[in-house]
């Protein structure tokens, strides 16, 4: 080992001798050859690739053929009304999904954190959903939600609420994805939210309360506030992810009725996968990606403004 | 300090465990529904008022998955396609761990920083060149093209990175002093010492690769090559123009494609929380 070593070093300039030699530097490569072998070949160079193809023409699954069309396809895209409604719909996904998924979990969380006995039994029940495959769950609710023998309509109608249509309206077709991605995740980003709340010492509560404060009010003036940078972290990455949503709506709608429910990512799935056009599906994924990148930076900056504002 | 049970905690433990039960019944029921209906005879499932329970037990749905549709292929490509994935994750993640947090090499911390914003960009990106590249490689309709993408990723990289940094430096100093190697090292000392973070990352990777969808549906052309999810998709794609789904056959095929995930969740909780936990607080 040592040996060829030498023989390599001597044909190689002294930079390269010194720096090979060190052994450390020679173990730490070898380490992260694998990993860095496949994050080369199957992110860094899908990425500029991505780039590339959105300036060309290409409509075949081969690297022949694809003529450079400069910026033509994003000039077709700005006046593409059907990509345009479609990022319409994935923001209504978000706008709908994100608070009231926070919400709803948060409500179980502060239940759970309440130290009753039997709460890690209804752990494990809230998370049925979030591991469960999207493809069984999308089974089950497609009948649970049928307009005509459904449970869901069937328990409304107790409540007096006339039958409702629900993947099959469009104007209902979004709210039932958006209720049923909700009941999904509510486990996990109930988990988040109690990792949150158990790192607020207990002494400030007990202080708020000899203070004389209620429950009502340690909530909103110390648990909110100490909360801020959960909810900062799960309204960043609620919105990423909501904006890519893709695997509800292939399941549930795939994009219907009327194209409702066609939400972003699933138009350049469409674009790309039964259409063929890669280059013009990818403008598009950088077009989304420029408007997830600009959602994150707004909220960046809102809550930066926000915490000078509390110091200020 | 002893605290004095009064009314209000009392109501306020009631409404507690009320609300707990009403949503685990949301939770839950579901569940159940997808259970009984798979037992229920084909035809029968809907009744009004709706009925949870079937009036016999039928267990022909799972006869037929089995016997007359290919769910024991779906089964044995999923369980192979998940078995190495998260074999691969584990080792290739862990190595690549192991050299960021204890060795020194030149550009270290800039390669590392490049692995963490790789985990910013979104998967629609990279998607389509992805399949190219896999088209490009011959690898449509192979094993290796369902397996390969996903056989590392920096979010387990950066999840085992951060329990290596645990491990005190002096045990590392100690096994060199005695002559260990560094793969001597990684292999007896790091790895038996974080065995919690590799279960994390062992059942994270399970999870996501079992419940898989959009991969498959694009790699996975024919129908011997499909997974468990992506066939219980196409089953449920293709209702008969002129008849209504058979829902009691697609409940069973859902009991199947969920049941080992539930049964992995059951035994590694722990793990699975724990990982969430942390992937939330380090943000």
Redesign the interface.
Known sequence: MAQMTAVRAESAPGLWRR?WSRS??R??????L???I??L???????V??FF?SFRDWTR???SDAPYIGLENYEFLMGDRRFWQSMGNSAYYTALSVPLGMAFSL??AL??N?K?RG?YL????????V???????????L??L?PN???VN?VLGWFGIQPINWLGDPRSAMPAIVLISI?KS???NM??W???LQ?IPQELYEAAAIDGANRLQSFRFLTLPLLAP?SF??AVTGV?GSF?V??PV??LTRGGPLDSTNTA?FH??RR??QEFD?GY??AQ??V??GV?FIATLIQLFYVRRRREEIQF | MVTKITPQMIA??IA??A??FI??G???V??M??VT?SFKTPGT??????QILPNQFDFQNYGTLFNNLPFFRYFLNTTAITLVTVFGQL???S??A???AR????G?DT?FVL?LT?MM?????????????I??LGWVNTYQGLI??G??S?FG?FLLRQSFLNIPRDYQDAARIDGAS?LTI?IRIFLPLNGPTLATLGVFAF?GT??D??WP??IARSEEMRT??LG??YF?ARPNAFLQPN?PL??A???V??LP??VV??VA?RY??QG??LS??K?
């Open positions: 720096f450390n530097e173990a730490g490569y070898l380490f992260i694998p990993s860095l496949h994050i070949a199957f992110l860094f160079i899908p990425l690739l991505s193809l699954p081969t690297f409500a179980i239940v759970m309440q009753l709460v209804f752990r494990t029940l809230f998370f049925m959903p591991v469960s495959s999207w493809v069984a769950v999308s089974i089950i609710w009948t649970l049928d023998v459904g449970i069937y009941w509510a486990g996990f988990v988040i109690l990792a949150g790192a959960t972290f799960m990423i890519q893709f695997t292939y399941v990512v350049i799935y790309a996968f890669f599906a990818s994924s950088w989304l990606f997830i | 306020a433990r507690g465990y609300i707990l949503v685990a949301m939770m839950v579901p569940f529904w997808m209906t499932e809907f009744s009004y008022p709706p080792l290739i993640c190595l690549a192991y050299g960021f060795l020194n090499f030149m270290r390669i692995y790789t960009i979104p998967f629609q990106i990279t998607l389509i060149p992805l399949y190219l590249i088209t490009q390969v993408p056989i590392s920096a990289i560094e990684f999870m079992w419940t969808l959009l549906l694009l468990l999810e219980l998709a449920n829902w697609l409940m095929g859902s009991v494609v969920m995930v539930l969740y059951i909780q699975f929380i969430i936990a939330g607080v943000g």
